[in-house]
């Protein structure tokens, strides 16, 4: 009953079941084909990479949020195909512990911000929308908790960190492919530059053979004039 109970919850309430992961993604695992030993074929579970593209900073920001997000969210156990973390726990404790909990909420969204060049207006407010709506839900004995656990904003937010982090890769990777095609299409050649006649003139170090004496016009002159005397 209790079972039933919380399906319908999720999938009426929050229109997602605990198994679709929200249902779109798992943000923490992916699934990929592997044969076992016996050569079947069967589906894996592995972590979830970062986006191509991204920075490394961007992808410790990424792996840094998930993994806090995972211990608020998932980390403890499993109960009726939700699972738990610590936040569930915390949010028990009435009044101080739905701030407490929102206060880490808030904590997983400034790391989220610390992305390279921020993070966008609309996300930023979608992210602390989660917050509020889980601190609020989070005010209701027992009943709050419960959607509370099956709400997951930290899990949230970390979807739509990732997702904007898959945009921007992508968007590097266009600029890249867009920047090495320009420089095929131009044959790998740099326009050329060209070069003024300004640059000083050369100097040698090596002694220059003298020029050979030569003796003044009048001198000339009278030479000549001797010459055709005689």
């Known amino acids: 009953m209790a079972s039933y109970i919380i399906g319908a919850l999720s999938k009426r309430v929050l229109k997602e079941s605990a198994e679709n992961h929200f249902g779109k993604e798992d943000p923490y695992f992916e ?113 709050g908790d419960l959607i509370d656990a099956l709400y997951k904003c930290n899990t949230r937010n970390a979807v739509l960190l990732e997702r904007y982090l898959k945009e921007k890769g992508q968007d590097n990777l266009a600029r890249l492919e867009e920047g090495n095609r320009t420089v095929v299409t131009s044959g790998g050649r740099r326009p050329s530059v060209r070069r003024t006649n300004t640059e000083p003139p050369m100097h040698h170090d090596e002694p220059q053979r003298p020029s050979p004496a030569r003796l003044p016009r009048e001198n000339r002159r009278s030479n000549t004039s001797r010459s055709h005397r005689r």
Not at 46 to 60: M, T
Not at 73 to 91: A, E, K, P
Not at 116 to 123: A, F, K, R, S
């Open 31 to 143: 699934s990929v084909p592997a044969t076992n030993m016996f050569g079947q074929q069967k589906m894996k579970k592995r972590r979830r990479a970062a986006p191509e593209g991204i920075s490394a900073h961007d992808a410790k920001i990424l792996t840094k949020v998930k993994r806090r997000a995972y211990r608020l969210d998932l980390s403890l156990c499993n109960f009726c195909g939700i699972r738990f973390g610590w936040g569930s726990v915390i949010g028990l404790v009435p009044a101080f512990g739905d701030v407490v909990d929102a206060l880490f909420a808030l904590m997983v969204v400034m790391t989220c911000r610390q992305v390279e060049g921020g993070l966008p207006t609309n996300i930023q407010l979608q992210m602390v929308f989660n917050v509020f709506f889980d601190f609020v839900i989070g005010l209701i004995p027992f009943l």
